[in-house]
């Protein structure tokens, strides 16, 4: 019977292993209760004899100093090749602490990459103790053997072969490695076109649960909660006036700025209240809101959903029958459409004061000068075209960061993916939801 003792520097060592060519990481610290459960099951009812007592409690004290008994030999590692059979056998003890055959052990690994190869065996012959050092050699033949597509045959202590059970048994999560082959342009265009058609179907059917969720609100059954919308709309709305205001303020300053460069050169400084009024009314103060809100909110809603997809918490909803997208998307969608309106209120507000500021510090404009110009100039139909600019960029951002979200691969770098991918596309279809209401405006001449 085999031991295995697991110091803790080995065990450090054997972590990192592990959890880079394996897809589970097993704990360090209990695999001798592993060995000892694994070998004694099915025996715990039946009665001992003499001989398996005797032989039992030689293996309690070599548990408790393994590396005290078997050979003393260095450890060794001797290769042969018969045809497409590599043949890897593995003798002495073999500790962290004394001396590994590391060429030999390179030139195994270098072998199995080698043309002729189909096939691994790796056994033992006299191997006396052993530790951590031998099992993660053996981890990185079976690893290596398995992806070049090479039958790996174990011939090993049981103990270790409960080991390696244990570490292949899982498969390791989607998103947790990183993805080393990159696809040149071409293939990754064609990799993102036959893609489309999945990811089509798939943003409809959230857009379809999204509309059923708002069925059964619309009807008194949804599973949303009043504290969860008042929650979303404090996060939407108080806690980000601030950073909305003050951007809106100097893009205000700027555009008074850019607009006067050739307004003065003509003595029409005056027209810089209408150029700004106009401007911040109609599209730009939604726009800036809405590039604010895609930055602050929509990551922060992805974010959010995602680590509950990592956590298993979306899962543990359905399982109680909750719809996660009646409580986790719906007052979400629900306050950011309805708050980004009022934000751009704030935001058209804020710009047209910063040109005010231009106006009366720069253009040697009275106040009552660039209010009154701004009244003549500016119509109420701006305004509510920048409404209806705010609305459109509120159902997008908050479409793009929940439907990230809830789509998230669970792992860490699955929600980092989420939420840049989330910003990403919310800025996009601002910019397409800006260019194709422009559009149907000046077709509509509104």
């Keep these: 019977m085999y031991f295995v003792s697991f110091p803790v520097t080995a065990g ?111 056994g033992v012959r006299d191997l006396g103790a052993w ?17 070049r597509g090479l039958g790996c045959d174990l011939f090993l202590p049981e103990a270790m072969q409960e080991l390696l059970r244990l570490a292949f048994a899982v498969k390791s999560r989607e998103g947790s490695g990183r993805d080393k082959k990159k696809l040149g342009f071409l293939e990754s265009l064609g990799a993102a076109a036959l893609a489309f058609p999945a990811r089509l179907s798939d943003v409809l059917e959230f857009v379809g649960d999204i509309a059923l969720a708002l069925a059964r609100l619309v009807r008194g059954k949804s599973a949303m909660r009043g504290k969860d919308f008042l929650a979303a709309l404090y996060e939407c709305s108080v806690s980000s ?30 027209y810089v209240a209408g150029l700004v009024g106009i401007g911040m009314l109609r599209v730009m103060g939604a726009v800036m809101v809405g590039v604010v809100m895609s930055g602050r909110v929509g990551a922060a809603y992805a974010a959010l ?52 500021l231009v106006g009366i510090s720069i253009l040697d404009l009275t106040p009552a000068q660039y209010i009154q110009s701004t009244i003549n100039m500016v119509n109420y139909r701006h305004g ?37 991918t989330a910003v990403v596309h919310s800025l996009v279809g601002i910019i397409v939801t800006t260019a194709i209401i422009t559009i149907i405006c000046n077709v509509l001449n509104i």
């Design 241 to 270: 006036l601030g950073i909305v205001a003050i951007t809106n303020l100097l893009f205000g300053l700027i555009l008074a700025f850019v607009g006067s460069v050739q307004l003065i050169s003509f003595g029409a400084q005056i």
């Design 131 to 147: 530790d951590s050092s031998l099992l993660a050699f053996v981890v990185d033949m079976r690893f290596l053997a398995d992806k």
């Design 384 to 420: 509510l075209v920048g409404l209806w600019y705010a609305t459109s960029f509120g159902m997008v951002i908050a479409f793009f960061g929940c439907y990230h979200g809830m789509r998230c691969s669970r792992s860490a770098q699955g929600v980092g993916r989420a939420t840049t």
């Design 12 to 122: 450090e060592k054997l972590r990192g292993k592990l959890s880079s060519a394996c897809p589970v990481l097993v704990n360090l610290g209990t695999l001798q209760g592993v060995f000892m459960t694994a070998h004694s099951t099915g025996r715990k009812d039946e009665a001992l004899s003499p001989q398996e007592q005797a032989a039992e409690s030689g293996a309690n004290a070599l548990q408790a100093n393994p590396l005290s008994k078997g050979p003393e030999g260095p450890a060794a590692l001797v290769l042969a090749q018969e045809g497409e059979v590599v043949r890897v056998t593995l003798s002495g003890a073999w500790s962290l602490e004394g001396t590994l055959p590391s060429q030999d052990m390179q030139r195994a690994l270098a072998l199995l990459g080698k043309k002729g190869v189909g096939r691994v065996e790796i």
């Design 305 to 356: 959903i995602g680590t509950m997809q990592v956590n298993e918490e979306v899962d543990a909803l359905e399982t109680m029958g909750i719809p996660p997208v009646d409580f986790l998307v719906l007052p979400r969608l629900l306050a950011l459409t309805l708050m980004i309106p009022l934000l751009t209120v704030v935001a058209d507000l804020m710009g047209m004061v910063g040109g005010f």
